[in-house]
């Protein structure tokens, strides 16, 4: 039987110690990054900049309201599995933190983007998220200024635990966050159709609480209260003036949050109804992405106070792996 070389016994010994020293690396370089997210919002965030380098699974479905949502034992299996953890923070999802925190492995680090974005001095307290409860407003993603930043930290943070690839990371949000600077310029470009009296939101939830301030509105109300229930009949005595006497022209609500109150609230104030915003569940295709949201949520808002529709018309709402 032929003895091996020295030349072949070196790079066996050589393999093997490559495997005792770096098994980590060893098995990452055979699998992508599974990156858990929870709303839909943030998973198409991550899923863009990821693009087929990593594994996304949000935990929260899309559609679902993700101040009430609470997981489900498969849920934690998914959950146990991460490599990285990417939530929104300002304690939106507080029940799927805690469970992470419990069955993660040690290294998973748990990323709280809204948490890395502002600082605390800059949490938006509201009707919806009262300060005496110490549950700032999470909502900062419809600010798009505040979207890129999430993209900036979810760029870092991916090429941080997988450096092989941090050229391929940077490239995607470069491309992703030119996307969102499109979708930033439009959203200005709509308001400004608006007539400067108009710009003015009532919401059931309290979701644009860090969008009006950037874009030149103001939310003058919300309607539904911080236990997520329905506003009792002082509140809704004093929004019904208060729409009177601005003159409001439209009230939004959404899919996610029914509620007959507004409907009231509309009939009896003499402002439109509009039941079709969403600020987390991201719409049908072709333009299921979280811009394909926001696109068609500005064009709403625009439309519904008296502004031009078509100011966002030119706005690419595909993903990068469509």
């Known amino acids: 039987m ?135 407003n999470p909502h900062l993603w419809p600010n798009i200024a505040l979207t890129i930043r ?24 470069s491309t992703y966050i030119a996307k969102l600077t499109r979708l930033d310029q439009a959203i200005f470009a709509c308001v400004e159709t608006i007539p400067e009296s108009n710009r003015k939101l009532v919401t059931y939830h309290d979701s644009f609480a860090y969008f009006a301030p950037r874009y030149g509105m103001e939310v003058i109300a919300a309607i539904q209260p911080a236990s997520f229930t329905e506003p009792g009949p002082r509140d809704i005595v004093r929004i019904i003036e208060q729409i009177k006497r601005e003159k409001i022209l439209a009230i939004f609500g959404s899919e996610v949050f029914p509620s007959k109150i507004m409907e009231q609230i509309a009939r009896e104030s003499g402002a439109a109804f509009v039941d079709a915003l969403s600020d987390d569940e991201l719409p049908e295709k072709p333009d299921h992405s979280f811009i394909g949201m926001m696109v068609n949520n500005i064009r709403i808002i625009t439309e519904a ?3 031009n529709p078509a100011c966002a018309s030119h706005v690419d709402t595909s993903n990068l792996s469509d």
């Open 2 to 136: 032929k003895k091996p070389s020295l030349q072949l016994l070196r790079r066996l010994m050589f393999a093997v110690l490559c495997l005792i020293l770096y098994p980590v690396h060893a098995e990452k370089t055979n699998k992508n990054l599974h990156v858990v997210t929870t709303v839909p919002p943030i998973t198409n965030i991550v899923e863009n900049i990821g693009g087929s380098l990593i594994t996304v699974t949000g935990i929260v479905p899309n559609g679902m309201d993700s101040h009430t949502f609470e997981p489900v034992p498969t849920d934690a299996k998914t959950l146990a599995n991460a490599d990285m953890i990417i939530v929104n923070g300002l304690n939106l999802e507080v029940p799927t933190i805690k469970l992470a925190e419990k069955v993660k492995k040690t290294d998973t680090p748990i990323v709280r983007l809204a948490n890395e974005t502002l600082p605390e001095e800059e949490w938006q307290y509201d009707f919806s998220f009262p300060k005496e409860q110490g549950n700032p």
């Open 150 to 173: 999430y993209a900036e930290i979810v760029r870092d943070r991916l090429a941080e635990y997988d450096p092989r690839h941090a050229d391929s990371y940077a490239a995607h949000a």
């Open 305 to 307: 106070l008296g502004g």
